[in-house]
């Protein structure tokens, strides 16, 4: 029987269902480890620590976050594994080095479980359930890699021959368990992977419970009698749950006390005895992607009540609603099923281009331009609708996943583009001008995408976290316009004047824009 978490007593809406819970096992994706520590993720000043070893790649925020990080041997190893021309070539090491500290736990192998949580190895190194080996070929070699760097230290490290069934082991429950870090920013600094209270909750695109993260050193004393508690007790096969008091009085004492903690907290009421539930991804995708990420990743096909609703609900509907703007239809449906699914690709493709090579060059004017073009001229290779027969073009509508992904974007490109242009001392009154619409349209996106996502949410309450994380995001946009130095100067300035030095905003091209202004009008007041 599969494992679940139940709760052990009532628990109403916005209610701690763990306490903090520490990581078994984390590593800072690759990019941040110059800007943040490597054992509690916090963000170091913009100087070089003085703890800092410039011949090491790790970097601490404090002498107890070096000390409680790990062991040298362990670390040498890390540094190993970040150098070898072996692991460049794929780009990130982190699954790698989560990998390595997850070692140090110990494998069950009569079970295949390493600190309670199943390795899943058997089913990710299946070709039948690995889409062209891909996945099989990248556990493999990165079991490789981890070994030799095992080896050349003396921390073991499969044999001679190459066998590192251990280290594959070790990849895949990693794989399978570990969850991103998001600073409250959102942005992804790493990977974690928690012990059994967290990692034994299922998932669900209709969870009744979310997670956060709690940044903090490490922490010598217990937490007192009178904060949060665990609420939720496993569920499930009898063996597996005897088998909970020998995990914890194994491996309880080995968890790190240091690093990114996580905290479940209940989105929805929940009842005694009920399942409590988790989103494994993000879940303003549609069904089709949800569905692949969970099968490609976790290897199983969610089942839950919004994902078997028959026809979709409403959220599913609009999230992928890719419809004919104008024009006409050709009477051969199957025809025009193909230019819309084709339609829908090229633009996903297109929008996913702009996107990464924004995150890549740090160009957010040409971000905001391009993205801007796709959302507004929706002018779709109509060469292709010719040959199908077809004289139509389709409008991505404003709660459409891409749409909602562009809104992020443009958000943050036009926030960057606004900070670039504040000087020291800023004079021209066109640059005061700029920067202040700049930094408008950044708020507007904001409130777009926090109304749209809230609209979503009022049909279903698991994306409670999202729409509350948007409305943060948008509250803090509006209040560094009124903080912005620009602004300062421009109130500064008569009231005549200020009034002519604002130049009208252009109007927008967008059919659905009035909808989508009344409805976060109506967001707004409730």
Same mark, same amino acid.
């Given at each position: 029987m599969e494992m679940a978490m139940r709760a052990t007593e009532d628990i109403a809406i916005g209610e701690d269902v763990t306490p903090p819970l520490a990581p078994l096992s984390l590593a800072l994706?690759?990019? =941040?480890?110059?800007?943040?520590?490597?054992a509690c993720f916090c963000s170091l000043s913009p100087?070089?620590?003085?703890?800092?070893?410039?011949?090491?790649? =790790?970097?601490?925020?404090?002498?107890r976050c070096s000390y409680s990080a790990s062991s040298p041997r362990l670390s040498s190893t890390e540094e190993l594994l970040l150098r070898s021309p072996s692991t460049a070539a794929s780009g990130d090491t982190s699954d790698l080095r989560a990998a390595l500290r997850l070692l140090a736990q110990g494998l069950d192998a009569s079970s295949w479980r390493i600190g309670g949580l199943l390795t899943n190895r058997e089913k990710l190194m299946s070709r039948e359930n690995s889409r062209d080996g891909e996945v099989v070929e990248r556990i493999r070699s990165g079991a490789r890699a981890l070994a030799a760097a095992r080896r050349r230290l003396g921390l073991g490290g499969g044999d001679v021959e190459g066998d590192a069934i251990l280290e594959e082991a070790a990849l895949c429950a990693t794989i399978t368990n570990a969850v991103e870090v998001q600073d409250v920013d959102g942005r992804g600094l790493g990977i974690a992977v928690y012990g059994t209270d967290f990692s034994w909750i299922n998932h669900s695109c209709s969870a009744n419970a979310c997670y956060r993260f709690q940044f903090s050193g490490p922490e010598i004393s217990a937490l007192a009698p009178d904060e949060s508690r665990l609420r939720i007790v496993p569920y499930?096969?009898?063996a597996q749950v005897d088998s909970v008091a020998c995990i914890h009085a194994e491996v309880g004492n080995d968890y790190a006390d240091y690093g990114p903690k996580i905290i479940v907290r209940s989105i929805k009421a929940v009842k005694k005895g009920e399942e409590v539930s988790v989103a494994y991804?993000?879940?303003?995708?549609?069904?089709?992607?949800?569905? =692949?990420?969970?099968?490609?990743?976790?290897?199983f096909n969610c089942s839950c009540i919004r994902c078997d609703a028959e026809p979709l609900g409403y959220v599913d509907y609009a999230l992928q609603d890719f419809r004919a703007a104008y024009g006409y239809v050709s009477e051969d449906s199957a025809n025009c099923s193909i230019y819309r699914d084709e339609a829908a690709r090229r633009l996903s493709e297109s929008m996913d281009d702009v996107i990464s090579e924004y995150l890549s060059d740090s160009d957010p004017k040409s971000c905001c331009e391009k993205l801007e073009s796709l959302l507004t001229d929706r002018v779709l290779d109509e060469d292709f609708a010719s040959k199908a027969g077809l004289k139509q073009k389709f409008l991505l509508q404003p709660l459409h996943h891409l749409s909602l992904n562009a809104y992020m974007t443009l958000a943050s490109a036009y926030s960057i583009r606004s900070s670039q242009l504040v000087a020291p001392q800023i004079q021209a009154g066109a640059l005061v001008s700029e920067t202040l619409k700049l930094s408008r349209i950044s708020g507007a996106y904001s409130l777009l995408l926090a109304g749209a996502v809230h609209?979503? =949410?009022?049909s279903e309450s698991s994306l409670m976290a999202s729409a509350a994380t948007f409305w943060v995001t948008a509250g803090e946009s509006l209040l560094s316009i009124s903080r912005n130095a620009a602004w300062s100067i421009f109130s500064e300035k008569p009231q005549t004047a200020a009034r002519s030095s604002v130049p009208k905003p252009p109007s927008c091209r967008c059919s659905l824009m009035k909808e989508v202004k009344l409805m976060v009008v109506v967001s707004c007041k409730q």
């Open positions: 994706y690759d990019s =941040f480890l110059p800007s943040h520590c490597a100087s070089p620590s003085p703890l800092a070893d410039p011949s090491h790649s =790790f970097l601490y925020c404090s002498s499930g096969g009898r991804t993000d879940l303003l995708q549609p069904k089709a992607a949800r569905q =692949f990420e969970l099968q490609s990743k976790y290897q609209h979503l =949410f009022r």
